[in-house]
């Protein structure tokens, strides 16, 4: 089988509806934590020109850099530290326009703007987070809060 995506322009959601079916199949039956998780990154940065996409994985109470594309990055963050780290401590996605204004913001890359964190809940347990950053000010809102949720939601029924 041939791992191209069909890009399609248009609407935010209408991306999102086009990507989802692709990432499934792209999984497909797979079952290494590591190949689904970098195929998801791949799939959203091709599609939307991210800045930043990135796991990162709880590992001995911190989290740890996982699959990810974009400039290099913080390789452990502590719970409550940063967006991710505060996403964690929340067990909730958090959105924000202004990384500068968050207060106790890690700056991995100077040129990220705004960002939004997804935590991935197994168990009413947080086993990772999905970090997507932009170099442009608010560039997420609630369509990419459902969808990347969706996404989450259902990546954590498969990894």
Same mark, same amino acid.
């Given at each position: 089988?041939?791992?191209?995506?069909?890009?399609?322009?248009?609407?935010?959601?209408?991306?999102y509806?086009?990507?989802?079916?692709?990432?499934?199949?792209?999984i497909?039956?797979?079952?290494?934590i590591?190949?689904?998780?970098?195929?998801?990154?791949?799939?959203?940065?091709?599609?939307?020109?991210?800045?930043?996409v990135g796991?990162?994985?709880?590992?001995?109470?911190?989290?740890?850099?996982?699959p990810?594309?974009?400039p290099?990055?913080?390789?452990?963050?502590?719970k409550?530290?940063?967006?991710c780290?505060?996403?964690w401590?929340?067990? @909730?996605?958090?959105?924000? =326009?202004?990384? +500068?204004?968050?207060?106790g913001?890690?700056? /991995?890359?100077? #040129?990220?703007?705004?960002?939004?964190v997804?935590?991935?809940?197994?168990?009413?347990r947080?086993?990772?987070?999905?970090?997507?950053d932009s170099? @442009?000010?608010?560039t997420? =809102?609630?369509? +990419?809060?459902?969808?990347?949720?969706?996404? /989450?939601?259902? #990546?954590?029924?498969v990894?």
């Amino acid at each position: 089988m041939a791992e191209d995506l069909m890009k399609i322009q248009g609407e935010k959601s209408t991306v999102y509806e086009n990507l989802f079916p692709q990432i499934k199949a792209l999984i497909g039956d797979e079952t290494d934590i590591i190949a689904n998780l970098a195929n998801v990154v791949a799939a959203l940065k091709e599609s939307f020109d991210f800045f930043w996409v990135g796991f990162y994985l709880v590992k001995e109470d911190e989290l740890v850099l996982g699959p990810f594309q974009g400039p290099v990055a913080c390789t452990r963050i502590q719970k409550g530290r940063g967006v991710c780290g505060v996403s964690w401590e929340r067990s @909730e996605t958090l959105i924000v =326009d202004d990384v +500068d204004a968050f207060p106790g913001h890690i700056a /991995c890359s100077s #040129l990220s703007k705004s960002e939004i964190v997804v935590p991935l809940i197994r168990n009413n347990r947080v086993i990772g987070i999905l970090d997507v950053d932009s170099n @442009e000010l608010a560039t997420f =809102d609630s369509i +990419d809060d459902q969808y990347l949720n969706e996404l /989450c939601e259902w #990546l954590v029924s498969v990894i």
